[in-house]
C-alpha cells in the first residue's frame, strides 16, 4: 500500500472530528473521499500532510510503510506527499520561480539528484504555466499574491505539476470553479495517474467525479467512513444525497 | 547639561585644535563658534524626561564615550577592495570614498557627468561664499548632535546640478570606517543642491568593518529648487557595536519632488532622523524605508514632514524587520499647517518580528492645522504568518528556508523598487545574508536559486 491509514483518531480543541478512519490506497489507484460538510474529509487531508493544530488520539497513517505523524510536514513533502489547499496561502513578495525551483530542488537533494539547472528548471516551468494555463504576468507576482480563488487553484495545480508527488491529495479543489476550470483540473489528475502514483480527491460534490473516474469512492459522515465502493456510490448519492446514507446508518 | 566631562573635554579639544589650525574663512570659523556654543550649552540629548524626540533613544552610551578625531592619512591603509565589500559599487557612477571622514582621493572614481561633485573643503577653499549662503540652510543646530557636526565636520561632499539639467549619473558617496583605531568618530557633512527643473540621483553609504566600534555623526543637507528632482539613496550598514546618528534635513521648493529609501542594517545604536520642509506649492516627497535590526540593536527612524504650503503630498512607507533582542523604533510625524491646504499625506510602518525579544515602539503621528486635507496612517507588527509556513513546509521546504524566504518577501517591497540596480542587489544581499547570521541557520539555503 502506498497510504494506509489505520483507525485514525483526530481531535481539534477537545472536539473529536476523525472517530477511527481505516483506508488503504495502492499505487495507480484514484480514491475519492466525499462526505457533507463538517464531515472530516479536510481534516483527514490536513493530518496526512501535518498540518499543525490536529491531535491524533489514536490509529496510525502509514505511508510507503512507514508512518507520517512523527514526521514534520517537510518531511512528509519530501517523502512524497502533496496537499493541494482548499485555500491556498498567499505569499507577498516570494518569487513563484524561486518557490517553485527550491521546493523541486528540495526533493531532487532528498533522493541524490543535483539541483535543477536554470535552463532545465525553466522549460519545465514554461511548459506547466501552459498546461495549467495561467497567465505568465500573473505568475511574476508574489505567490498566490492577489490572485483570484480560481487562480489561486490553478496556481497548486501548477505546483502538483511540477512537484510530481506520490500521492497527491486535492483538498476540495473542485469548489468554486468553473467548467473549464474542472476540466483542466480533472485533466491534469488524470494524466498524472500511474501504477506508482496515488491520488486522493476530497470533494464535497459529484461533479469533478463526471471527468475523473475514481477506483474507489468512500464516504465520510461524522468522522467515519459510512460507505466505500466504486464509481456507482457517487452518483447514487447525487441521486439521493447524503441523507440516504445517514438514514442507513 | 547633559554631557560627561571626558567626553565634553574630548570634543572641547578637538574644537580648540580646529580653530587654532587657521585656513578657514572667517564665515565657517563663526559657522563653528555658533555651533559649539550650542553643543556646549545642549549636549547631547540623554535627559530621560520632557525629551520627546529621543524618547525611545537611550544615547547615553555614545555621549559617554570619548570619541577620537581621526588623523589625517586614516585612508592608507584601505584598498579599493575593502570599500567595495563593504558598499555597492558601480564603475559608472561619480563615487567619493571619504575614510573617517576623510576624502580619500586615490579610492574615489569620478564618472563624466553633469553634476558638479565636490569635497566641502575644495568647494569652501574654491567657492567660499556660495557654500556660505548654503552651509546650515537646511540644517538647524538646535539638536546637539548637528552642532558637534556643524562645530566639528571635517569633511564631505558639495553636489550640485545646473539648471534644467537633466536625468543624470548617479553620485555615491561613501563613508567608510576604517576601524584601524577603536572609538573614532567622524562627522560626514554633505550639501546637495538641485537646480531648478534638474534631476539628481544621490547616494550615501555609511559603512564600516564588522565589529569596529565608532561613531558616525552625518548630517545631509539637500534644498531641491523649484521643478527639480531628486532620487536619494541612504543605504548604512554600519558594523554592529558602531553608533550612528545621521540628520538628513531636505527643503523642497515650488514642484519639486523628493524620492528617498533607507535601507538600515547594523549599529549598536542608530538614528535615522529625516526632516522634509515642503516649502513651495505641488511638492511631493516619498519616503521609503527598510530596516533590519537583530541581536541587541537599537535602530531609530525619525521623520518629520512639514507641509507648509497646499497642494503638496507626502507619502512614509516603511518596513522593518527584527530579530533577537533589538529594538526599533519608528516615529513619523506630519504636520499640515494651516496654510497647506489639499495636502495628501500617508504614513505606513509594516514590521516582522522574528523573534519573541523582539520590539518595535512604532508611532506615526499626524498634527492638523488644515481643513482640507486627505491623511491616512497606520503600523503593523507580526510575526512570520503560521499559515504560510505550514504552506511552504507542505512543499518540502525546511522551516528555516521557508522563513527567509518569506522575510525577502517582506523586504521585497521595498528592495525592488530601487531603480539602480547595483545596490539592489547589494540590499538584497544583505538581507539574506543578514537573515542568516540572526541564527536562523539555514541548510537549504544554498538551494534556494536567484531565478
Redesign the interface.
Known amino acids: 500500500m502506498l497510504l494506509e491509514i489505520r483507525d485514525l483518531r483526530v481531535s481539534v480543541d477537545g472536539a473529536e472530528i476523525l472517530k477511527g478512519v481505516s483506508l488503504a490506497v495502492a499505487p495507480g489507484q484514484v480514491h475519492a473521499i466525499m462526505g457533507p460538510n463538517g464531515s472530516g474529509k479536510s481534516t483527514l487531508a490536513n493530518v496526512i500532510a501535518g498540518r499543525p493544530g490536529y491531535d491524533v488520539t489514536g490509529g496510525d497513517v502509514v505511508y510507503d510503510g512507514e508512518s507520517l505523524l512523527d514526521m514534520t510536514p517537510d518531511e512528509r513533502a519530501l517523502a512524497g506527499v502533496f496537499l493541494a489547499f482548499q485555500y491556498p496561502v498567499e505569499l507577498p513578495g516570494v518569487r513563484n520561480r524561486q518557490f517553485l525551483k527550491s521546493a523541486m530542488d528540495a526533493r531532487r537533494e532528498r533522493a541524490g539528484h543535483d539541483n535543477l539547472s536554470a535552463r532545465e528548471f525553466d522549460k519545465m516551468y514554461r511548459e506547466a504555466v501552459r498546461e495549467v494555463e495561467i497567465g505568465e504576468e500573473l505568475m511574476k507576482r508574489g505567490v498566490n499574491e492577489g490572485f483570484s480563488g480560481g487562480e489561486k487553484k490553478r496556481s497548486e495545480m501548477l505546483q502538483l505539476t511540477l512537484i510530481d508527488p506520490r500521492l497527491a491529495l486535492l483538498d476540495e479543489t473542485d469548489s468554486g470553479l468553473d467548467i473549464d476550470a474542472l476540466r483542466l483540473v480533472a485533466g491534469i489528475v488524470n494524466r498524472r495517474r500511474r501504477p506508482d502514483n496515488a491520488t486522493v480527491l476530497v470533494t464535497h460534490y459529484q461533479r469533478i467525479l463526471g471527468h475523473i473516474t475514481p477506483d474507489y469512492v468512500h464516504v465520510l459522515l461524522d468522522g467515519k467512513i459510512a460507505q466505500s465502493g466504486g464509481r456507482e456510490l457517487a452518483l447514487k448519492l447525487e441521486e439521493k444525497g447524503y441523507e440516504w446514507l445517514k438514514e442507513g446508518s | 547639561m547633559t554631557h560627561s566631562p571626558t567626553a565634553y573635554e574630548t570634543y572641547e579639544a578637538d574644537f580648540l585644535r580646529l580653530a587654532r589650525r587657521g585656513g578657514e574663512p572667517a564665515w565657517l570659523r563663526e559657522i563653528r563658534a555658533a555651533a559649539w556654543d550650542r553643543f556646549a550649552e545642549v549636549g547631547f540629548p540623554t535627559e530621560t524626561r520632557g525629551n520627546e524626540p529621543w524618547k525611545y533613544t537611550n544615547v547615553g552610551p555614545i555621549a559617554r564615550s570619548a570619541f577620537a578625531y581621526p588623523d589625517d592619512g586614516a585612508a592608507d591603509g584601505v584598498s579599493p577592495a575593502q570599500v567595495k565589500a563593504l558598499a555597492p559599487w558601480d564603475d559608472g557612477w561619480t563615487t567619493l570614498v571619504f575614510v573617517d571622514g576623510v576624502y580619500a582621493p586615490a579610492l574615489s572614481r569620478i564618472s563624466a557627468g553633469a553634476a558638479r561633485v565636490r569635497t566641502i573643503s575644495g568647494a569652501v577653499a574654491a567657492d567660499g561664499v556660495a557654500v556660505s549662503e548654503r552651509l546650515g540652510r537646511c540644517a538647524s543646530i538646535e539638536d546637539g548632535f548637528t552642532a558637534v557636526n556643524t562645530a566639528l565636520m571635517r569633511d564631505g561632499a558639495v553636489v550640485e546640478t545646473q539648471d534644467d539639467s537633466g536625468r543624470d549619473t548617479p553620485v555615491h558617496l561613501v563613508f567608510m570606517a576604517s576601524g584601524a583605531s577603536p572609538d573614532r568618530v567622524s562627522y560626514p557633512r554633505t550639501l546637495a543642491l538641485a537646480g531648478r527643473n534638474s534631476r539628481l540621483t544621490l547616494v550615501e553609504s555609511y559603512v564600516g568593518p564588522p565589529d569596529a566600534r565608532y561613531f558616525t555623526n552625518a548630517v545631509v543637507e539637500i534644498a531641491v529648487s523649484e521643478g527639480a528632482s531628486v532620487e536619494h539613496y541612504r543605504y548604512m550598514t554600519e558594523s554592529e557595536k558602531a553608533f550612528h546618528v545621521g540628520a538628513t534635513r531636505v527643503r523642497l521648493d515650488a514642484g519639486a519632488s523628493f524620492a528617498s529609501t533607507s535601507f538600515a542594517t547594523g549599529s549598536r545604536i542608530a538614528r535615522n532622523d529625516l526632516n522634509v520642509h515642503i516649502d513651495g506649492e505641488g511638492a511631493s516627497c516619498l519616503l521609503k524605508g527598510l530596516y533590519l535590526t537583530s541581536g541587541s540593536q537599537h535602530l531609530d527612524n525619525h521623520i518629520n514632514i512639514d507641509h507648509a504650503k497646499p497642494h503638496c503630498s507626502s507619502d512614509q512607507f516603511f518596513k522593518g524587520i527584527l530579530s533577537g533582542r533589538s529594538r526599533a523604533v519608528f516615529s513619523g510625524r506630519v504636520l499640515v499647517r494651516k496654510d497647506a491646504q489639499k495636502t495628501v499625506a500617508r504614513q505606513s510602518d509594516k514590521n516582522l518580528l522574528l523573534s519573541e525579544g523582539a520590539r518595535i515602539n512604532t508611532k506615526p503621528s499626524l498634527e492638523i492645522y488644515a481643513d482640507d486635507i486627505q491623511a491616512t496612517h497606520g503600523a503593523t507588527a507580526g510575526a512570520v504568518?503560521?499559515?504560510?509556513l505550514?504552506?511552504?513546509?507542505?512543499?518540502?521546504?525546511?522551516?528555516d528556508?521557508?522563513r527567509q524566504?518569506?522575510v525577502?518577501?517582506?523586504?521585497?517591497?521595498i528592495i525592488d523598487s530601487i531603480s539602480l540596480d547595483a545596490l539592489r542587489e547589494r540590499a538584497a544581499l544583505t538581507v539574506s545574508s543578514g537573515h542568516a547570521a540572526t541564527g536562523a541557520k539555514s541548510q537549504?539555503g544554498r538551494?534556494?536559486?536567484?531565478?
Open positions: 504568518a503560521e499559515d504560510a505550514f504552506y511552504m513546509r507542505s512543499r518540502g521546504l525546511d522551516e528556508t521557508a524566504l518569506l525577502a518577501g517582506f523586504a521585497a517591497e537549504q538551494a534556494i536559486a536567484d531565478v
